[in-house]
């Protein structure tokens, strides 16, 4: 498998991970897949379970208040996918 075959299953595999923590924690349901943090009636509780669902399942750091900003699950989860890629690279920088 290829550099890029690898990064692209790593980023598939988060974006379902995501999607998935999404869906279960603002109880998202399917005939809405469009609608934004707070549309789906998102508090900063549900941002604090979200974001620390995503830093222990996937390792990547991301910023409570990107939900403030209202994303909707696909915009959200492009900033994972780069979080998660950032800390991929700065760990193969700095292997421990």
Do not use: C, Y
């Amino acid at each position: 498998m290829t550099d890029i075959d690898q990064d692209g299953a790593r980023q598939s595999a988060v974006e379902k991970r995501v999607e998935a923590i999404w869906r279960e924690v603002l109880h998202m349901p399917q005939d809405r897949p469009d609608a934004t943090f707070f549309e789906l009636q998102g508090q900063s509780i549900s941002a604090v379970r979200i974001i620390t669902r995503i830093e222990d399942e996937l390792g990547a750091v991301v910023d409570v208040g990107l939900l403030f900003e209202d994303p909707d699950l696909a915009t959200f989860t492009a900033a994972v996918v780069a979080a998660v890629g950032q800390t991929a690279d700065a760990q193969a920088a700095n292997p421990a």
